[in-house]
């Protein structure tokens, strides 16, 4: 935590005000030392004061800085929820012999590269919530099972088993989006 100029000074004033007191106590000053050394402590309580409402300070910025990554979190797991009701519907109204089969597909996969990045942002923060970890790992592995398993049944033209893992991620995506909208 860097310290602001003022903040130094103050530092600075205060120690000066315990030398100055030490040394007139040497000269028998006892009273002159006395008002330093209460001034002394008076300017080492401010400087308390102003490091622990910077520390506040910096405590609320963390977070709104924590909210913010979370509000996009948020964004992102909806938007993955989205993307693959979408495909579902694009892969059910195509037949499997042609080529848009194929890019839909392919589409699939970067679902897939989609939640990774997701992944990686919650697994991040269920270090931080450990209350978290265990409800954010389960549905990860769900969503990652249920990815693959659509991914496969895809590649072997299996749209209704594809589409019953799709929906699984589906809910998988949801079921964390609303966790962290309970938690903000």
């Keep these: 935590m860097d310290m602001d100029e003022g903040t130094k000074d103050q530092q600075q004033e205060a120690q000066n005000e315990m030398q100055q007191g030490m040394q007139k106590m040497e000269q028998k000053?006892?009273?002159?030392a006395s008002e330093n050394q209460k001034n002394a402590a008076q300017k080492m309580q401010e400087m308390a004061n102003k490091m622990q409402m910077m520390?506040?300070?910096?405590?609320?910025e963390q977070h709104e800085e924590d909210m913010q990554a979370i509000r996009q979190l948020l964004?992102?797991?909806?938007?993955?929820?989205?993307?693959?009701?979408?495909l579902m519907q694009d892969i059910s109204e195509v037949s499997i012999n042609t080529p848009m089969y194929t890019e839909l597909v392919?589409?699939?996969h970067k679902l897939k590269d989609d939640a990774e990045l997701v992944?990686?942002?919650?697994?991040?923060?269920?270090?931080?919530?450990?209350q978290l970890e265990s409800f954010i790992?389960?549905?990860?592995?769900?969503?990652?099972?249920n990815m693959n398993t659509a991914i496969e049944e895809l590649a072997d033209r299996k749209?209704?088993?594809?589409?019953?893992?799709?929906?699984?991620?589906?809910?998988?995506?949801?079921?964390?989006?609303?966790?962290l909208n309970e938690v903000m």
């Design 29 to 32: 000053q006892s009273k002159k």
């Design 119 to 130: 992944e990686d942002s919650l697994i991040s923060l269920s270090k931080r919530v450990f």
């Design 75 to 86: 964004e992102n797991l909806v938007n993955l929820s989205m993307d693959q009701e979408k």
């Design 55 to 60: 520390q506040m300070e910096m405590q609320q």
């Design 137 to 145: 790992s389960d549905e990860l592995n769900e969503l990652n099972r």
């Design 106 to 108: 392919q589409i699939q």
């Design 159 to 179: 749209k209704n088993n594809a589409n019953s893992n799709q929906q699984f991620v589906m809910t998988s995506a949801n079921n964390l989006a609303l966790m």
